[in-house]
């Protein structure tokens, strides 16, 4: 083909990924650009999804009386709200588009970063509307199924993987990086008269709390803005509800949906339970400040390692992965301070640095898997389609597949710490919420060799003939 198109605009009607030529000449420079500005703008997704974490442990120091539970359902409900939206999120993009889609959604994200600066700041806000701001915090956790629909459009499938890694990766940081900001500019009074008077403490001395909301909306503004003058669309992209709506009969993506709960199920629950898991194993300890590390190494390990997967196939890196984490949460098990053992805490913080790295890895390594496989069903599954009908037809259906699986995966951000809490309540510690996650590591990894990677496996001669190329 030629390398010219009719490419005009935002609007991408001519987009072939796979023609070498093309994506010398015009495709890369279009994906990269869309794809680092995809980046900061799922990365504000996150701090804003997870921002709840630190303003729901200042509540009761600013004289909010709520109790213990109300508090739990408030740090909670985050989790909840932003995994149901991203199920309803991950069928967007084919229906709006990509840029529309990511300017509308970064945009609402000044609702509850606006919304929790001016509530903190009216010691007469009812609990009713705090249940409402953290409901509202889920729209950052909705951002990520469409963020990575959208970008696996724009890549070919020998990149695919390295670029959604990038954008998750970078985009996990939002967690860290909240955990990090918001500490610091709650101390200090940021945005001068503009940013409202400081709440007195309790015990004493003074803090902005509404800082934790405000500092979000000068970057979403500027994010919102880039979306939509830098962004593009794909015509190709362009699929009804019911079409998409396809991938709920096929048998991998519940399959997927179950492996990525096992990665970052398991990366945004921990991220959302670690510091508190902490703090109850080891009161003695003052160690919280390095809770943002966790989130922070899981980021980074994805975004670094999606080549990894590129290079020896998804298949193959995500069972090492799972078996990795399964020796890292029985390393948890061994430094907790069961029975009459004080525990190690070093040891312990050691192995969930692991579990974080791994977690990270794993994210990519699914996420690359999901096209591959597709490519292959798709081709079984309807074999008279041409080749370039197979082509846009297993990129849909891949598009909604990552973005599906990311919604069922972000109800980790629930279960786990709530696991936690059922464990430590009824038995006195965590050890059987970590062992029921490392049972279910035994079943995700046994997934993984059984439908993938064995011989025979669905992704076993492709990733054998790319290890060996």
Request: some cysteine; glycine content about 10%; proline content about 4%.
């Amino acid at each position: 083909m030629p390398a010219s198109s009719s490419n005009s605009g935002h609007l991408l009607t001519d987009w072939r990924p796979e023609d070498e030529t093309f994506w010398k000449s015009e495709g890369h420079r279009i994906a990269t650009r869309n794809l680092w500005i995809s980046i900061p703008a799922l990365l504000l997704a996150f701090s804003v999804w997870m921002v709840w974490s630190i303003v729901v442990a200042k509540l009761p120091a600013i004289g909010f009386a709520f109790t213990t539970d109300q508090l739990f359902w408030l740090a909670a409900l985050p989790g909840l709200s932003g995994a149901t939206l991203r199920i309803f999120y991950s069928f967007m993009i084919p229906i709006f588009g990509g840029r529309l889609w990511t300017t509308l959604s970064t945009a609402s994200l000044l609702i509850p970063a606006l919304g929790i600066g001016l509530a903190v700041q009216n010691p007469d806000t009812s609990y009713a509307v705090f249940l409402i701001l953290a409901l509202l915090c889920g729209f950052g956790g909705g951002n990520f199924a469409s963020s990575m629909a959208n970008i696996a459009y724009f890549y070919p499938r020998r990149s695919k993987g390295n670029a959604l890694a990038l954008n998750a990766g970078l985009g996990n940081l939002g967690v860290s990086v909240m955990q990090f900001v918001v500490p610091i500019v709650i101390t200090m009074g940021v945005f001068g008269a503009i940013g409202g008077e400081p709440q007195t403490l309790d015990e004493g001395g003074r803090i902005w709390l509404q800082n934790a909301g405000f500092v979000w909306v000068p970057f979403l503004i500027v994010a919102t803005l880039a979306a939509w003058f830098g962004m593009d669309d794909i015509a190709d992209a362009r699929a009804s509800l019911s079409d998409q709506l396809q991938i709920l009969k096929r048998k991998q993506n519940w399959i997927m949906c179950v492996l990525y709960t096992g990665t970052f199920g398991s990366f945004i629950g921990y991220s959302a339970g670690f510091p508190l898991l902490m703090k109850t194993q080891f009161p003695e300890l003052d160690m919280l400040h390095l809770a943002f590390l966790g989130p922070l190494v899981g980021a980074l390990s994805r975004a670094a390692t999606g080549w990894v997967s590129d290079r020896y196939g998804g298949g193959r890196v995500t069972f090492w992965t799972f078996a990795a984490m399964i020796v890292a949460v029985w390393g948890v098990l061994q430094f907790l301070p069961l029975g009459d053992s004080a525990g190690n805490f070093w040891g312990f913080f050691a192995c969930f640095m692991a579990l974080f790295f791994l977690t990270g890895v794993g994210n990519a390594s699914t996420f690359q898997m999901i096209p591959v496989i597709m490519r292959r069903e798709v081709g079984r599954l309807y074999p008279d389609l041409g080749v370039e009908a197979a082509r846009k037809q297993s990129e849909r259906e891949a598009s909604s597949i990552i973005a599906f699986t990311s919604a069922i995966a972000a109800y980790g951000a629930f279960f786990i710490p709530k696991s936690y809490g059922t464990s430590i309540s009824m038995t006195g510690g965590p050890a059987a919420a970590l062992w029921m996650f490392l049972v279910f590591y035994v079943i995700c990894l046994a997934l993984t060799y059984g439908v993938y990677t064995r011989r025979g496996g669905l992704l076993h001669d492709i990733e054998h003939g790319r290890a060996a190329a």
